[in-house]
């Protein structure tokens, strides 16, 4: 693998790099249960927030465990997956964070830099991230470049949250 920019989306988007178990669901459920318990949703929620999703076209309610990082005041988050699509910009969204049900104020990042950047503050703060979306890291212990763009490139978005 190069360590060279992938430059522009390609023309063959590669399919996502996360890693998912067969049982998602199942694990989600038990996360979601472990988030809403207040104890419990204090120490787990250190590293992991709930974001309450309604999909634009269906109007299907999600409820999606998504590990954070927080930077500068907000909340930062990334993925690969679908329900990323129904976040937009200057729009609220629904969080548990912590225990508490709360709103937060959306910014979604979707050019390469912006993903690729905001990707490497996630790994470097929780290797969990970096391991569940296919992000190794070189000897000084950063994020590999190459690793960073191709997650980009399979359709990541990351999101700062602004808890309000």
């Known amino acids: ?28 459920r038990v996360v979601r249960g472990l988030l809403r318990t207040p104890l419990v949703g204090r120490l787990v929620g ?33 993925t690969p997956f679908g329900w990323g699509r129904n976040l ?6 629904a969080i548990r964070l912590k225990g508490r049900r709360r709103l937060a104020d959306v910014q979604v990042l979707t050019d390469e830099g912006d993903v690729v950047d905001a990707y490497a503050v996630m790994a470097r703060d929780n290797h969990g991230f970096a391991r569940f979306n296919s ?5 000084a212990g950063n994020p590999v ?6 997650a980009w490139a399979a359709g990541a978005r990351a999101f700062r949250l602004t808890p309000r």
């Open 46 to 78: 250190s590293r992991l927030v709930t974001v309450y999703v309604v999909g634009r076209k269906s109007g299907r309610r999600y409820a999606v465990p998504v590990a954070y990082t927080r930077r500068e005041g907000h909340l930062l988050i990334g």
């Open 145 to 150: 470049p190459a690793d960073l763009h191709l």
């Open 135 to 139: 992000i190794g890291f070189d000897p």
């Open 1 to 28: 693998m190069t360590s060279q920019p992938v430059t522009g989306r390609p023309q063959a988007t590669p399919g996502p790099r996360a890693q998912t178990l067969a049982v998602q669901g199942l694990v989600n």
């Open 88 to 93: 937009r910009s200057g729009e609220t969204v």
